[in-house]
């Protein structure tokens, strides 16, 4: 066997959480090798150029928070968390369709009791729902508020939350943090979200945006790498793992390289998992869970237009399809060619299959509703991404079930977004899940290292 294909670790999918995984064990001295079958690594937090216009843009506009420590850890050892917009604090402005507009600003105190001022501030709110509102984030913060087996709409609604807040206030929040209907997702996510992010600690709830597109806050994770004695290779892609007395033993990629460890982590999503894997892996439970997701769209919309848009970074929608606009121009690093806004349709389930020239037009509409000052823009171009499997639908069925690192198969782990971080679909569920994974390798009695 040569010896340099033999590792302490293989990392499948350079997605955040293989690249957490591989990071955290390369950072304990640990040889890794990261294999990810596409030619760019971040999986679905990338960028790229947009041929027409010259412009860096997302495969899907992403948002971070200030309580996204693990995925902040991850850009601060690249050394590229200077390359993020933080808001000072949470200040989210609300445009309705009807022209108005409303805002939800924490600046007077910092953390929960910052938001709670916000909450009171809300004009479209009537004095008796911010008082069941105030009421409500209370008992989520002491812990009061049981969320069992309900739906974020069910649970709501047994909090005493008006259809009214729950449509203005609550459905922004639960669609953005958990690309769901309140109808359909785990209210136990949604009191998760409330307790970290808009009810934790200082600077939790502030928005962080990316100042450069996606791939350039991951892109220098494989150079890191190399110098800490590991490898990441693009454009290899795993087709199967070799097993040995009932243990991974190597792995085997599409151009028929073979690459050897007795640890492997698969950070890739489930149905990845099961074609890589052989067919007497079946017998294992955490092979049937695999079977157990499903997944929901999220529609980005980017718009480039010839008038000068307000001065804001971004505002959610509100009596449109399109719930959030970004104004790129306002946070972004780098010359952009126009006015660049980049909209979110969040669970488009209803309009996914829509031809993108019709999405495009509808979401110029909906912001000319919202946003007199453009009424007259005309649009210079445009870009529909659809990404039909964005993120698992976090139903309280599967929140139940979702797989935690360790699969039945000693030295075989999982790692993604979907398994069981008691976070929805986002960055920082990924970079914890990835710690997990790390974390699971480094402490597993039957680890064999080959060159510590
Ligand atoms: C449009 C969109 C908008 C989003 N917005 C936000 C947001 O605002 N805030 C937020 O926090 N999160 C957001 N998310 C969610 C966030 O992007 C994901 O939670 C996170 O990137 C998932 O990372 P992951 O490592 O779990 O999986 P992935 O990113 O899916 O990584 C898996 C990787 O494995 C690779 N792979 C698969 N099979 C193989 C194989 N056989 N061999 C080798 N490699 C393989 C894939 O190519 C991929 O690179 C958004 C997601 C989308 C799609």
Request: charged share 20%; glycine share 6%.
């Amino acid at each position: 066997m040569n010896i340099d294909n033999k590792f302490d670790c293989i990392v499948i999918g350079a997605g955040v959480s293989g690249i957490h995984s591989a990071l955290l064990l390369a950072k304990q001295n640990k040889r890794v090798l990261l294999l990810e079958s596409t030619l760019y690594i971040g999986g679905r937090a990338r960028s790229f150029i947009d041929k027409q216009s010259g412009d860096s843009i997302d495969n899907g506009q992403h948002a971070l928070m200030g309580c996204y420590t693990q995925f902040l850890s991850i850009l601060s050892t690249l050394n590229t968390d200077n390359l993020l917009y933080r808001q000072p604090h949470l200040s989210v402005p609300f445009m309705y369709s009807d022209g108005h507009s409303d805002m939800l600003k924490a600046d007077v105190f910092s953390g929960a009791l910052g938001v709670a001022f916000g909450i009171l501030n809300l004009k479209k709110l009537s004095l008796s729902e911010k008082i069941s509102a105030l009421y409500f984030a209370l008992r989520i913060r002491l812990g009061l508020a049981k969320s069992g087996s309900l739906t974020a709409f069910e649970f709501l609604l047994s909090e005493n939350q008006s259809t009214h807040s729950i449509e203005i206030l609550w459905t922004p929040i639960i669609l953005a943090t958990l690309n769901g209907n309140p109808k359909e997702v785990a209210a136990s996510l949604f009191v998760q979200v409330l307790t970290l992010a808009f009810l934790g600690k200082k600077d939790a709830s502030t928005l962080i945006l990316p100042k450069v597109g996606l791939s350039d806050l991951l892109s220098p994770f494989p150079d890191w790498l190399a110098k800490h004695n590991g490898i990441c290779k693009l454009g290899e892609s795993v087709e199967e793992i070799v097993f040995q007395d009932s243990r991974p033993s190597a792995v085997i990629t599409k151009s028929g390289e073979i690459y050897h460890s007795h640890s492997i982590i698969m950070a890739i999503p489930p149905k990845s998992i099961k074609r890589i894997l052989h067919k007497e892996c079946k017998e294992y439970e955490f092979y049937e869970a695999l079977d157990q997701y499903t997944f929901s769209p999220i529609i980005s919309v980017y718009l480039w237009i010839d008038k000068e848009f307000p001065d804001l970074e971004f505002a959610a929608l509100l009596g449109t399809n399109t719930q959030w606009v970004f104004h790129k121009n306002a946070f972004m690093h780098n010359n952009i060619s126009s006015t660049l806004l980049s909209c979110t349709v969040s669970a488009g389930n209803d309009s996914i299959d829509d031809e993108g020239a019709s999405i495009a037009m509808q979401c110029l509409q909906e912001i000319k509703l919202c946003f007199p000052s453009v009424k007259d823009a005309t649009l210079l171009h445009w870009k529909v991404i659809k990404e039909k499997h964005a993120t698992f639908l976090a139903t309280p069925e599967i929140e139940n079930k979702r797989h935690s690192t360790y699969t039945d198969i000693e030295g075989l782990f999982i790692a993604g977004d979907w398994t069981d971080t008691k976070l929805p679909a986002t960055l920082e569920g990924a970079a914890i899940s990835g710690y997990h994974a790390a974390n699971a390798v480094l402490t597993s009695k039957s680890t064999v290292f080959s060159h510590s």
